[in-house]
Structure formats: structure tokens, C-alpha cells
RNA sequence: GGACCCGUAGCAUAAUUGGAUAGUGCAUCUGACUACGGAUCAGAAGGUUAGGGGUUCGAGUCCCUUCGGGUUCACCA
């Protein structure tokens, strides 16, 4: 690899000149401004203590020892304190050559390994997905994606958040009001049908305490003894002990909604490994609380209540058992972390969770060390920012949640109207034009949920936010659909053969693309490193805008010389392949024709 | 109040993790071979990177501070 080869050449020159032997780290690279003559720059000022002289002349003497001892760089200019670096022809075809032709390339093989753990949707049973969970979901699978790509095991699982009292309002709501409707009877998708009980349950609810209030009673008062209220505690407890009427309602309802969620998850391309459920899981972590307590990690309170103090830490108290024994949040958490530790014995534990839960995974690790696990350093929280609609955030009183299936068939109408208002779908059955529309209107809404840093907040304006035009899913996936079709065309000129060793001289645009395309399996690295697609997305904006510009000054297929207009097919055709590859990761098709 | 996060052009966002003159898209304005597919390309305009101080060869990036916004500190999950 380039890089490594004048790294290691650095070294060597600054051992030769100055007689100090540096460290790899020292030595940064990058690419070369495009105003600029060359392809890669050194930066020399942190050269300066060993060479003792000013940076023009230290540049100068590190390139003129690079450019005579090693055959690949040709030539070097030197601005201040930046050497810059021209790679030879031969070393762009060469990487040509031998790069072009493999189906995977950028990816690495998978490595038989202690697996990565990611977590990540988690959903509740009783509100169908939206547009945060939309996020959550293409994060996880795209990361997920990315490190496997990278040479990483993976493992995806699903923790899904199934008993409650939230589960239990639903239930009651259905019993009362329902007059035993179903999805089937109603033609009612299975997670918004629960959906909808949740909601009527809080109507109903708050009817309640609104009349306690008129009556006298102070307002809490009223939230704590409203009768609906206390009958969805009382079916939380026979829930507990597993009374058979309340569980068999429990799973019908669970049914109709894991139906729905299966529905959402197919169309989104998201699906995992192993899918857990809490109410399988909601008792693990007691045994470790005990254990701590017993160990004087942990201590009790005058109520039997357990804790956690974090106090050397800077933190609170943490309550971990309440007083009655029962667990809370924390405490499942430990415990499944638990589990899936003995189960996995994995690299890294990781969970996909929005940033409003910082605190909570900081104090999960925390108490997790103080327990004594050494593997509490292994869980990592891939931290999100929330979507924010144009005024303000999603909220369910508002009715400003944007539910994701709405959200999908919306941009499935978009990209549908679009395409027709284009004149694109002309000899497409209806199949193959309805397989479009999903193709480029799931491209428009990934593309856009995943370029923006994962860790920002990012802002959802439903009427204007998703464009075909520009910096979009479907301006990649048309640049994409050129390229097959000149590799279609290629044929009908006699240029179908270019899987051969080419030898030409390059285009300027031409090395540029070159240089960008070696780069993928680098890019794949860095995003696996900081779990951020959108590193892949904007690496292929630009791949894609140098492959336009290049398309836009130099013909293809009408290029007289034979043996450049065979290399500017196969140019073409491993660019799509490297779009392609880049875009599987985000979890994004590419049609042959749009 | 304590802790953590954020602030880049009208809007949405990049910046190789401390490197050169802060890139790009939308919107606005101007242009492009009678198209190898115009969902494209080329160009113009738009910035004191919230304000101030510091660290150093060099700061959007690190430290301090002020202002503005967010999250969290639950016997909810």
C-alpha cells in the first residue's frame, strides 16, 4: 500500500539524514489539495527538532531522498512545510490491475473471532416503530454491516421490551373497549392496533383523573388512584404470577404486534441474529446485586432498598432493588449484560442507543467494574442524537410522531410520481418499476438518515428533506445506473473485453479516480473504527461527483484510441462495483436502470 | 443547581482526528458540446466556524471563560 510504503520509507530517510529513528505516528499523510500538483503530502514540521533546519529545506531533503530511493514516487514540490508527493503512473495501473476484477473488493475476509455483540432496535410492543427508531434501526444494521466488511464477527440482537405496565394499559384498554376486534377483523396492522389501545387507554385515563380533580382531589392524588390505573397495577401483578387469562392475552396481543413489527423490519432490510425478550430476562441481575451486597459493594437502605454509590465517581446514589424486591431498569440491564457476556464471550458489547441514555450507560459500566466484572471496559454505547422535526422534537401528544411505515409509502409515492414526471419507466413491467420505486425511494430515505454523524442531533423536515438531487441516495444510485449502461452498451462497440492488463497513459481525472477508489478498504477501516456510516456515505459522494466530472470531460465508448476506451470501460465498471460495495453497507440496492 | 453534549453561509451538513486559502448540497443567479442516460456537468454569490482569551510552527478541532440550545441527575423503561 502506498501509505505503508512511504511511511516506512520516511523512517528511513529521517535515520539516514538526521540519525534519529522515529515512530510510525509521527509520520502524517493525506491527500494532496487538488489545486496542487501531486497525490500525497507529507507533512514535515514534526521533523523540524530532528533536522534542525527550517521546513522548506527539510521537505527538500526528505523528497529528494524519497524520489531517489524509492521507484513509485516520481516527483515532489514542496510548499512551506508540506512535501508534496507524485505517484507514478505505473503504480495507479498497477493497483488497477490487480484490483479491479474482485467482486468483494474493500472487503476483508471475516475473521474466526470472539464476535461483536450490537444491540440495537429495541423496541416497546406497545407503540408501533417511528421515525427514532427508523435511525436506531439503520444505524445498527449498517454498522453492524461495516465490521463485518472490516474482517469483524458479528452478532445482532434485538432486546425486545415486551412486559410492563405500558404493556399492560394496552391490554386493558383492548378488554374494555375492543369488543373483541382484531387485526384481522379490522384490517389494522398488528402494531398499530395495539398502538391505538395504548392510546385510548391514556384518553380514558385522563378522563378519569380530570373528574377526580373536579371532585376535590389534588392532582397527583388523582394520577396515583384513578381506577383504570390500579386495574392495569393489579394485571401487572397476575401477569407476575403468571395467571393464565391475563398471559394468554398478553401473547395473542404480543402476536399481532410482532406481526406488524416483522412487516417494518422486512421492508427496511433490517433483521438480526438473535432476538431476546424481557419478560425472559426482566429477573436477571437480582443474583449480581445480591453478590455485591454481600461483597460491600452494594448496601442497603432503612426500606431493604439496595444501592449503588457512586459518590467517588462524582455520581448520585443508584437504586438497583427496591424495597418490595423488585428490580428496575438498571438492574435488568446488568444482568442481561451478564448473560450476554457468558454467552458470547464477545470483543465488544455494543448498544445502538439514543443519547438521552449517556448517563445510564456510564453508570452501567461503572457499577458493573465496581462489581468486579473485567469485562465492563468491553461494553461500548454507540450514542445517537436525536431526529428533530422542523418544530422541535416528535411527540406522541402532538401527533407529530412520524410513523415509519407512513414515512416509507410516502417516499415510495415520491420516488413513483418522480420517476413517471422523468419518462424513466418505459418498458418496465410493473413489477420491475414497483421494485424501482423501492429501491430509490429506501436509497433517498437511508442515504439521508445515515451521512449525517451518527453522534448529532439531526433535523427531519418531511416536506422538503428528502430531495433525488445533489448529496442523495438517488444521485448515487443514477450515476451507478449510467455506468451499467455503458457497460451494456460496451459490447455493441467490441469493447466487452476489458478485464485485461491495461497499459496506458492517465488522464489527470482519471489518477484522481484511481486514488479514490484505492482508498475504500481505508475508508471501511476508519468507519469501523468510529462506528459512523456516514464516513462510507460521504466517501462515495465523492467518488461519485469525481466519477461524473470525469464522465462529463472525457468520452468512453467514442474514444478513438482502442486501448484507453477499453480502459475507461473497465475505469468505469470497477467505480460501479467500489459504489456498489460502499452502498451494500449502508443497506442500499442499486438498480441497473432508473 | 451538578454532570454530559452541541453551536460551521438563509436552510441542511463535511473537514483525513491539531495541518495549507473551511469543502459540499438545497434555495438564488449564469452557462453547457444537437446526451456514451440532463435525476448530469461547469461557474457566480453567500463565512470573524456563537463571542472573548490562551496553548504552538499551525486551532472549526485542545484548555479557560461568557452567551445561547439540548440531554440527564426517577422506587419509568
Known amino acids: 500500500m502506498l501509505e505503508q510504503l512511504i511511511t516506512s520509507n520516511t523512517i528511513k530517510a529521517i535515520q539516514k539524514l538526521y540519525g534519529v529513528e522515529i515512530k510510525e505516528n509521527l509520520i502524517s499523510l493525506q491527500n494532496t489539495r487538488p489545486d496542487i500538483e501531486g497525490d500525497i503530502t507529507l507533512v514535515v514540521f514534526p521533523f523540524l527538532r530532528m533536522s534542525k533546519k527550517g521546513p522548506e529545506q527539510t521537505a527538500e531533503e526528505i523528497g529528494s531522498f524519497l524520489s531517489e530511493n524509492v521507484e513509485e514516487i516520481e ?54 416503530l417511528h421515525l427514532g427508531h427508523i435511525r436506531n434501526n439503520l444505524l445498527g444494521w449498517s454498522i453492524a454491516q461495516i465490521l463485518k466488511a472490516n474482517g469483524r464477527n458479528v452478532k445482532k440482537v434485538n432486546l425486545v421490551n415486551d412486559r410492563g405496565i405500558h404493556i399492560c394499559k394496552s391490554m386493558l384498554a ?79 396481543m404480543n402476536a399481532w404486534v410482532y406481526e406488524g413489527f416483522d412487516v417494518t423490519y422486512n421492508r427496511m432490510g433490517i433483521d438480526f441474529d438473535k432476538i431476546y425478550y424481557e419478560s425472559d430476562t426482566y429477573l436477571l441481575g437480582k443474583a449480581l446485586v445480591e453478590d455485591g451486597l454481600k461483597n460491600g459493594v452494594l448496601f442497603k437502605k432503612d426500606d431493604n432498598s439496595i444501592w ?24 435488568q440491564d446488568l444482568g442481561t449484560a451478564e448473560q450476554r457476556y457468558d454467552e458470547f464471550h464477545p470483543q465488544k458489547l455494543m ?34 442524537g436525536m431526529v428533530e422535526l422542523p418544530h422541535g422534537k416528535m411527540k406522541s401528544r402532538e401527533g ?59 433535523l427531519f423536515n418531511p416536506a422538503e428533506s428528502i430531495d433525488f438531487n445533489g448529496n442523495t441516495g438517488p444521485f448515487v444510485q443514477y450515476t451507478y445506473a449510467r455506468i451499467q449502461s455503458i457497460i451494456r452498451k460496451s459490447a455493441d462497440v467490441g469493447l466487452n473485453n476489458y478485464s485485461i492488463q491495461h497499459n496506458v497513459p492517465l488522464e489527470r481525472k482519471e489518477k484522481e479516480l484511481l486514488k479514490t477508489l484505492s482508498q475504500f478498504s481505508e475508508v471501511i477501516n476508519q468507519a469501523a473504527t468510529t462506528f459512523s456510516p456516514a464516513v462510507i456515505a460521504n466517501y462515495i459522494y465523492s467518488l461519485v461527483k469525481e466519477y461524473n466530472s470525469f464522465y462529463h470531460d472525457f468520452s468512453v465508448l467514442k474514444e478513438e484510441n482502442k486501448d484507453k476506451a477499453l480502459f475507461r470501460v473497465a475505469l468505469s465498471a470497477f467505480t460501479s462495483l467500489v459504489i456498489k460495495n460502499g452502498m451494500a453497507l449502508l443497506g442500499i440496492e442499486v438498480p441497473n436502470k432508473m
Open 174 to 252: 383492548w378488554l374494555k373497549y375492543g369488543n373483541g376486534a382484531t387485526p384481522e377483523s379490522t384490517g389494522i396492522k398488528g402494531d398499530k392496533f395495539v398502538g391505538d389501545y395504548y392510546v385510548r387507554f391514556d384518553q380514558e385515563y385522563k378522563k378519569e383523573i380530570a373528574t377526580l380533580v373536579e371532585g376535590g382531589m389534588e392532582k397527583e392524588d388523582a394520577e396515583k388512584n384513578a381506577p383504570l390505573i390500579k386495574e392495569a397495577r393489579e394485571m401487572l401483578k397476575k401477569w407476575e404470577i403468571n395467571d393464565p387469562e391475563v398471559r394468554s392475552l398478553w401473547e395473542k
Open 351 to 384: 448498544y445502538v442507543v439514543g443519547n438521552e441514555q449517556n448517563y445510564h450507560f456510564d453508570v452501567l459500566k461503572i457499577i458493573l467494574d465496581k462489581l468486579g466484572k473485567d469485562w465492563a471496559e468491553k461494553i461500548h454505547h454507540i450514542s445517537y
Open 308 to 331: 449503588c454509590d457512586l459518590e467517588d465517581r462524582n455520581l448520585d446514589q443508584k437504586l438497583l432493588l427496591r424495597g418490595d424486591g423488585t428490580s428496575v431498569y438498571m438492574t
Open 75 to 128: 516527483s515532489y514540490s514542496v510548499i512551506k512545510g508540506f512535501l508534496n508527493l507524485v505517484v507514478s503512473n505505473n503504480y495507479w495501473l498497477n493497483f488497477f490491475n490487480e484490483n479491479a476484477v474482485i467482486p468483494t473488493y474493500g472487503y476483508r475476509e471475516t475473521k474466526d473471532e470472539d464476535p461483536f455483540v450490537i444491540e440495537y432496535s429495541s423496541p416497546n410492543t406497545n407503540k408501533p
Open 400 to 458: 407529530t410522531v412520524v410513523d415509519a411505515d407512513d414515512l416509507m409509502s410516502e417516499m415510495f409515492n415520491t420516488a413513483k410520481t418522480t420517476t413517471e414526471e422523468l419518462g424513466k419507466i418505459d418498458g418496465l413491467s410493473e413489477d420491475e418499476a414497483n421494485g424501482l420505486f423501492r429501491k430509490i425511494s429506501l436509497g433517498a430515505l437511508k442515504y439521508f438518515m445515515l451521512k449525517v454523524d451518527p453522534k448529532k442531533t439531526m
